[in-house]
């Protein structure tokens, strides 16, 4: 019964509908094409623009690269000696052959010099057909120009080439008078051939608004009729009386602007052209939109079918832009036929997507007393899956606090890990302790037996200075005991003022035992005592001690091993070379020696080298291995400077 009378309402409600879906649909198509033209003709005008901005930036390059050409030729010598005597057969041929030269050197397509007379005395296609020489370009405005003292700038046909040009012209002044003219014409045709862009054309005009360049052959030599914002007075006066109508409207314009018979009369007088008809392009309308967009519709002639624009329909987005200096305008034409297909697939998109939503739009107005029949049940449902999600949220919230459980438990037991490595790292580092005592407890004994020898002698006060040094070497071994500690604990104090004389005083009473035995002799440089540097004098001590222990190790074969030790500072470092006379260090070694536990000898746990790099790290400076351009190892000690007057 409810179907029945749900049936029975929509077939009442289904004209005016309908009628609802009609007109909404209309109104759909329109929005639709308002905005599919307005966004089209945006992409289309910002893609024109950029390609003529690319255009110009291309145009603009090719001429600057010879703009000064001539400037420069009108300065070398073999031109200003051929104008001095230009009937000197010698003459002609150096200035030709250098021409020549300039011209293959520079890219240009034609190089000449001209007489005060207009005729040209060489060219660098002097070894060509058709030659320049004893033409009289007198005519020519760039002639005229520098004639006049200036720089000429002009681009026309080639007179006797018949290859379009751009054409560049400086005076040759000796003695503060002209004397001649060197021209340079670059050839602008490859620029036409680089652009092969199918849905825009590129036109450069002069200031009459003939088309000089043009990607379209047919349309070279001829006149576009309106030309926005022309430099030409002609043009704004033929329309400025537009400009004032309604651009809700568009302006239209039945046939292009000619030239008139006085301009043909002064073109053809100019020769620019050579016998070209100057004709109009065939515009049959041109508008201006609300936007200022200015579109053209252009009669195609019966010869562009087999060109690549046959089959379209003419309509165009022309887009200009003056360039004042070079006295030419460039303007793109870009084809409004990819605005039609947008046009089609956005209507043809937005309407299917319409249709199948008013369908859906039928389709659920008959479902809906359906649903309000099946409403209790998917409440039901609702409720029921409501109560899943809670019991399934219960369930992740538990497992959570497991896995963060266990995540703390994971932690502590790795930090437990960590620490029984340092332990067992600090196990295997009390082993070495010998290796780092074993001088200081040599001299330690030494004084001792020294000072019982002494006091049996009755020697009392030298017998106090032994026990006084003995009490240093304590000290220092204090010192050494410290680092170790800090091999597993990274901890670091702030550095003391150390003078490098008093280091090196400590160094050589606890190396002394050993070098005595070995016979061997540790080379210091003068002026230590000028020196200070940041860190601790035990620590330093002990990093020394350890370089020169290594490397009397490294010598141990010599008779009368000798340590060097140079110093170089800098108001931010001192640096302390220790060198041996050994064999030096291997490319592996080099990679690998203040690795822990890394050793080259039979003896010894590779600890040593380890340890005193981490003592410099933690007094801020560095210890560098490497091999001396002479022979031996050489490793570098470098730390923070002190300056001398504040420990003096």
């Known amino acids: 019964m409810d179907s029945v009378l749900a049936g029975s309402t929509i077939r009442e409600r289904n004209p005016l509908l309908l009628l609802l879906l009609l007109l909404g649909m209309a109104l759909l198509a329109f929005m639709l094409y308002s905005s599919a033209r307005m966004q089209t003709m945006a992409q289309i005008r910002e893609q024109a623009d950029a390609n003529l901005s690319r255009y110009i930036v291309s145009l603009q390059y090719q001429l600057d690269r010879h703009r000064d050409l001539p400037r420069l030729l009108a300065s070398q010598q073999q031109l200003i000696q051929l104008l001095d005597a230009p009937r000197d057969a010698d003459r002609v041929d150096t200035a030709n052959r250098y021409l020549a030269w300039v011209n293959a050197t520079m890219g240009a397509t034609d190089s000449y010099v001209i007489g005060t007379d207009g005729i040209t005395l060489a060219a660098s296609n002097w070894d060509q057909p058709r030659p320049f020489i004893g033409n009289d370009y007198s005519f020519r405005p760039y002639f005229q120009q520098a004639m006049e003292g200036g720089a000429g700038r002009y681009f026309a046909l080639?007179?006797?080439?018949?290859?379009?040009?751009?054409?560049?012209?400086?005076?040759?002044?000796?003695?503060?008078?002209?004397?001649?003219?060197?021209?340079?014409?670059?050839?602008?045709?490859?620029?036409?051939?680089?652009?092969?862009?199918?849905?825009?054309?590129?036109?450069?005009?002069?200031?009459?608004?003939?088309?000089?360049?043009?990607?379209?052959?047919?349309?070279?030599?001829?006149?576009?009729?309106?030309?926005?914002?022309?430099?030409?007075?002609a043009l704004r006066q033929s329309y400025g009386n537009h400009e004032s109508q309604s651009p809700l409207n568009p302006i239209k314009r039945p046939e292009a602007r000619r030239l008139t018979d006085k301009d043909i009369v002064r073109i053809s007088a100019s020769r620019r052209y050579g016998q070209a008809p100057l004709l109009p392009l065939e515009i049959r309308r041109w508008e201006r939109t609300a936007q200022g967009d200015r579109l053209l519709i252009l009669d195609e002639p019966p010869a562009a079918t087999s060109h690549r624009h046959a089959g379209q329909a003419g309509h165009y987005l022309l887009q200009s832009r003056l360039l004042p200096e070079a006295g030419m305008r460039v303007a793109v034409l870009a084809s409004l036929k990819p605005m039609q297909s947008n046009l089609f697939k956005t209507l043809g998109v937005g309407l299917a997507f319409y249709l199948i939503l008013a369908a859906m739009v039928l389709f659920f107005s008959a479902r809906h007393r359906m649903k309000q029949r099946h409403q209790i049940e998917l409440q039901q449902a609702h409720e029921a899956l409501e109560l899943r999600v809670r019991q399934r949220t219960r369930e992740l919230t538990d497992s959570n606090q497991r896995l963060q459980l266990e995540m703390e438990q994971h932690h502590q037991t790795q930090n437990q890990l960590i620490q029984t490595a340092k332990l067992a790292v600090l196990g295997q580092l009390s082993a070495g302790i010998n290796h780092e005592l074993s001088q200081p407890l040599t001299a330690i004994r030494h004084f001792a037996d020294n000072g019982r020898k002494l006091l049996s002698r009755g020697k009392t006060e030298t017998a106090a200075t032994n026990l006084q040094e003995i009490a240093g070497l304590a000290e220092r071994m204090a010192a050494i005991l410290q680092p170790l500690r800090e091999f597993a604990r990274q901890h670091q104090e702030p550095g003391q003022g150390v003078n490098l004389q008093h280091l090196r005083q400590g160094v050589m009473v606890i190396m002394s035992g050993q070098l005595e035995r070995q016979q061997a002799s540790i080379l210091w440089p003068e002026g230590l005592e000028q020196h200070w540097v940041t860190g601790d004098i035990g620590r330093i001590e002990q990093v020394l001690v350890n370089l020169i222990s290594n490397a009397l190790q490294a010598m141990a074969e010599q008779p009368s091993p000798r340590v060097e030790i140079r110093l170089h500072s800098t108001p931010q470092w001192v640096q302390l070379s220790v060198r041996d006379q050994g064999p030096g260090l291997s490319p592996d070694t080099l990679s690998h020696v203040f690795e822990p536990f890394y050793t080259t000898k039979s003896a010894g746990m590779g600890l040593g080298l380890s340890i005193s790099q981490r003592i410099v790290h933690s007094l801020n400076g560095r210890l560098e291995a490497d091999n001396h351009p002479e022979g031996g190892a050489l490793f570098t000690l470098t730390l923070p400077s002190l300056s001398s007057r504040e420990y003096s």
């Open 158 to 233: 080639g007179n006797t080439s018949r290859v379009r040009g751009y054409f560049f012209s400086y005076p040759v002044l000796q003695d503060g008078q002209i004397i001649g003219v060197a021209v340079v014409k670059v050839d602008l045709e490859d620029i036409e051939a680089d652009w092969s862009d199918p849905l825009l054309d590129i036109l450069v005009m002069d200031e009459d608004g003939v088309i000089f360049i043009s990607t379209r052959a047919d349309w070279r030599f001829r006149t576009l009729g309106y030309l926005p914002e022309a430099g030409s007075q």
